[in-house]
């Protein structure tokens, strides 16, 4: 994997994602959707000093009083109304707590995941991965931009497609996929920006389109 070790020697391990819970990690799955970790990070905080980050006051909230305290991570209301998605399934489906999902497949879980209105492959993934520990591999676009520009990938690739060239190629390793997606995340925010920065990036040594020109994506302050 030289992409991989590439990364690892250039960053370490990342340690993501940062979260204190799994509840956490769901809640800023969802409401990280087109915006930056940092305003995620403090409709977190919010929501820690109001006592709401524990499912069953988030399952017995308003969502406008939900709304207000998650203000700072956008579309604020649309993002409330997700996340009262989310915990209505969990209520419905499983009693309220994530453990109950631990004897479901995880191709089911999946498929459960991405019928809730609102959340996406990205966000299913993301739950799955680093709140659940299920080795199912998360593509973003900084992923996307990254196989794109090392012609690794047709640029006209679907999201599933891009998953499966990971999942095909590798273990299927939890903390491994964690690590990973969080070091093209991280070379993605550092260097294959919008606009390339090659010189210095840990994956300069690899083959790659010349000159770097934009690839067709997210802003580099989505994550």
């Not at 905080?45 to 991570?73: K, N, P, T, Y």
């Amino acid at each position: 994997m030289p992409f991989y070790e590439a990364l690892m020697g250039a960053y370490g391990p990342r340690n993501w994602w940062p979260a204190r819970t799994p509840l956490e990690v769901v809640v800023g799955a969802i409401l990280t959707q087109n915006t930056a970790w940092r305003n995620v990070e403090r409709a977190i905080e919010r929501l820690r000093a109001a006592g709401a980050l524990d499912w069953s006051v988030l399952h017995a909230m308003d969502a406008g009083d939900l709304a207000e305290l998650i203000r700072s991570a956008g579309t604020y209301k649309v993002k409330a109304q997700r996340l009262k998605n989310f915990v209505s399934f969990l209520f419905e489906r499983y009693g309220g707590d994530l453990a109950g999902m631990d004897a479901v497949p995880t191709p089911r879980l999946r498929e459960e995941l991405l019928s809730i209105s609102g959340i996406g492959r990205e966000t299913a993934d993301a739950i799955l991965l680093y709140a659940l520990g299920r080795p199912s591999f998360v593509v973003d676009a900084y992923t996307r931009r990254v196989l794109v520009r090392h012609r690794l990938i047709d640029p006209d690739l679907d999201y599933e497609e891009i998953k499966a060239v990971f999942e095909d190629a590798l273990p299927a390793d939890s903390a491994l996929y964690n690590e990973y997606h969080a070091l093209l995340v991280e070379v993605g925010k550092q260097q294959c920006r919008t606009r390339a920065r090659c010189q210095g990036c840990p994956l300069e040594q690899f083959e790659h389109d010349e000159p770097l020109s934009p690839t067709t994506g997210a802003e580099d302050a989505e994550q």
